[in-house]
């Protein structure tokens, strides 16, 4: 009787050949399996974005990032003012989150003692997993009845809440990826703890942290429900912009994709279009800088 393997001349026995296509046969079949998996995965995100296409790629014209918003049973008509709108309490809501999310992601990972840092970076996480709502909510309490009035500062202010956990653990984590031996060299060269960071580790760590600030612009951009309890909905634009409301592409959305009117909903369409767009755009910024990495 013959075994399924032969021995080599330096004792190792050969694999038989029915083992050998075994083998393939069952990794062929694990790798199918994975492309199936994964395909399944991604199917969600391609069906919407396929449908966000066909739905809204109708509207796109000039009129549409030019004209004012209409109002019910009103024909033609534009979102400039939201596209506007939403710029302005992002870029609102950045100019908040930004300098205080970096700076308190540099003091984490530079200069807090060991027995705060973990009490900080668990607050930051809880923080990110608050329900957007919520921050509404609180925005609404702390800003909108403090002032007397919905106004697009408030808007901002929720949005930067939601920005700041995201831009504060990516800095953190940045600056830890940055190698000590850099540090020591500087120290080693007469500089001061201070320049170390600000003129050495800060901007070694400059790509990663821009990943995070654009990935927190891309969460920003979407979010309604804060926006509903804090500039709620508004088509035209006011006298004032920060003490005022403005519109806003999440908010038109919301009010327009249920209404009896074809001319609404299609622009309720079309904005979704541009919102996935601006959020693709922002993400693969994100993913750019991400890939230069920082050592």
Do not use: C
């Amino acid at each position: 009787m013959t075994s399924g393997a032969t021995t080599r001349e330096d004792g190792f026995p050969n694999q038989s050949i029915e083992g050998s296509d075994s083998s393939n046969l069952i990794e062929k079949l694990l790798t199918g399996l994975a492309f199936f998996l994964l395909g399944l995965a991604i199917l969600p995100l391609g069906l919407v974005i396929s449908y966000v296409i066909v739905k809204g790629l109708g509207r796109f014209n000039l009129a549409l990032f030019t004209e004012n918003i209409p109002t019910a049973g009103q024909e033609g008509g534009g979102i400039a003012a939201a596209i506007a709108g939403t710029f302005l309490i992002v870029g609102i809501a950045a100019a908040i989150s930004i300098p205080i999310g970096i700076g308190a992601g540099i003091y984490l990972s530079e200069f807090s003692n060991k027995g705060i840092v973990k009490w900080i970076r668990f607050a930051t996480n809880i923080l990110s997993g608050v329900p957007s709502i919520i921050v509404g909510i609180f925005a609404y309490t702390v800003v909108v009845l403090t002032m007397d009035k919905f106004s697009t500062l408030a808007g901002g202010f929720a949005i930067a809440i939601l920005m700041l956990p995201i831009i504060v653990r990516t800095t953190d984590e940045a600056l830890q990826l940055v190698p000590k031996d850099v540090r020591w060299a500087s120290v080693g060269v007469g500089a001061s703890s201070f320049h170390t960071v600000l003129q050495i580790v800060v901007p070694a760590a400059i790509p990663a942290i821009v990943t995070g600030i654009t990935l927190a612009v891309a969460r920003a951009a979407g979010e309604t429900a804060p926006l509903l309890f804090t500039i709620i909905f508004s088509q035209s634009w006011p006298d004032g912009i920060i003490d005022q409301t403005v519109p806003a592409l999440s908010v038109l959305i919301y009010n327009f994709a249920t209404t009896p009117y074809q001319n609404q909903q299609e622009l309720a369409w079309a904005a979704s279009l541009i919102l996935v767009l601006l959020v693709l755009i922002a993400s693969a910024l994100a993913r750019y800088f991400g890939q230069k990495g920082t050592y």
